[in-house]
């Protein structure tokens, strides 16, 4: 389902970078680590008929991810910005083109390619989810529950978040705390809808130990072994009963392609960030699709510009499972944008306005902003 109608060519005259740090309402902990504050990239692409804006997912340790922080404001700020305003004027389909002699970094151009489509979409007065085929005006709502103190925590955390309305939970594990933390969950709360998420924690060693959540009737297990390991996550979805889902895994549609034709994936995890944008995420949905394969859509801890963004690309046909787009307040107490996300009988709505359909908070942006540099053509 390629892109319809394409987005009408920008004239760029600077890019904006920020550096945020936004406190989290609680503690956010994976096998990675403990997050307390969200560090983020937000840029803003200027341009004679307004502006236009983007994130970049980035945290602040390459802990996840090869790309952090300072890795993608330094590759940003003097490679990848300074290759997209000497095109000067360009479709925002053509950016992927202009930065790919540029090795990985997929986060980076990820931001940069969204603050453009967010300025030509403005201009144009069209909305990003009808550019990139949304079908829906709302999408269900799913919510990532961090590693707790104990089993009882994590009950007490997943109650709450039941109680506002959230329509699947989902609950991170590691070695330790995985079938405890499971059991506790399935048993105080029966039939929910439940997914569990390893980040990469485990070997194929441990095939023996995941093979018993197959008792909890779980709707999927999400990237249990490392992101290159596919002919073990093959091997591995032969000994279980729960659907594989692949995560970290699937950096581009023809590593989606890959992984379908070796059995590795039958769920699939869509993040713009980290596929590189959300026109290469269109082609990963697109693979999946094909190949029947449902996808759904995972969250980095958005600010309301993201948020946004991954709703529109939630609301695309082949996304038939609730995904990470959670209200704003699941993560943030004050967000940057001036109406954030919230949760309405169980799902978000797919902003309508012109480009992502946000107006920032200028001055939560600056108040968060630890950082700023402006780069002219």
Known sequence: MPIARPAASVTLDGFELRVLHIPLVSPFTTSFGTETVREVIVVRALTPDGDGWGEIVTQAAPLYSSEYTQSAWDVALRFLAPAILDARTLAPEQVAGVLEPFVGHRMAKAGLELAVLDAALRAEGRAFGEYLGAVRDAVPSGVSVGIQADPAALVDRVGGYLDEGYVRIKIKIKPGRDVADTAAVRDAFGAIPLRVDANSAYTLADAELLAELDRFDLLLIEQPLQEDDLVDHAALARRLRTPVCLDESIVSAKAATDAIALGAAAVVNVKAGRVGGYLE?????????????????????????????????????????????????????????????????????????????????????????????????
């Open 281 to 377: 995420a269109v082609r990963v949905h697109d693979v999946c699709r094909d190949a029947g394969i449902p996808v759904w859509c995972g969250g980095m801890l958005e600010t309301g510009i993201g948020r946004a963004a991954n709703a529109a690309l939630a609301a695309l046909p082949g996304f038939t499972l609730p995904g990470d787009v959670s209200a704003s307040s699941r993560f943030y107490a004050r967000d940057i944008v001036t109406e954030p996300a919230v949760l309405e009988d169980g799902h978000v709505r797919v902003p309508t306005g012109p480009g992502l359909g946000i107006e920032i908070d200028q001055v939560a942006l600056d108040d968060f902003t630890v950082e700023r540099t402006l780069l002219r053509r």
